[in-house]
């Protein structure tokens, strides 16, 4: 069966960074394409990035610049590094294999996710 565990999460200060990892198994990540989304209090869920097959990848506007999306075909693991972390990044971090991404984003399995904090 198919598993994504993240892990990584916890609290930092503004500015901070932290790296997240999502280990999968039953699903080659190489295969697929693989996102992050996030859930922050009171908001509805959004994608954060994904990463398609081919290793071309997508960023919300709001994390553009300062996360970075990144698979590791021999661990089978994605990670999303996320530097010059500000206080709306805090948010539930999920990851996620994308049944489809282009033209528009379709989960086929999630995480149970991974708690952000950006606080000072």
């Known amino acids: 069966q198919v598993q994504l565990v993240e892990s990584g999460g916890g609290l930092v200060q503004p500015g901070g960074s932290l790296r997240l990892s999502c280990a999968a198994s039953?699903?080659?990540?190489?295969?697929?394409?693989m996102g992050w989304y996030r859930q922050a209090p009171g908001k509805q869920r959004e994608l954060v990035a994904f990463i398609i097959s081919g290793g071309g990848t997508n960023y919300a506007d709001a994390v553009k610049g300062r996360f970075t999306i990144s698979r590791d075909n021999v661990k089978n693991t994605v990670d999303l590094q996320m530097n010059t972390l500000k206080p709306e990044d805090t948010a539930v971090y999920y990851c996620?294999?994308?049944?489809?991404?282009?033209?528009?984003?379709?989960?086929?399995?999630w995480g149970k996710g991974t708690l952000v904090t950006v606080s000072s």
């Open positions: 996620c294999s994308l049944r489809r991404a282009f033209p528009s984003q379709s989960v086929d399995y």
């Open positions: 039953g699903i080659a990540v190489s295969i697929k394409a």
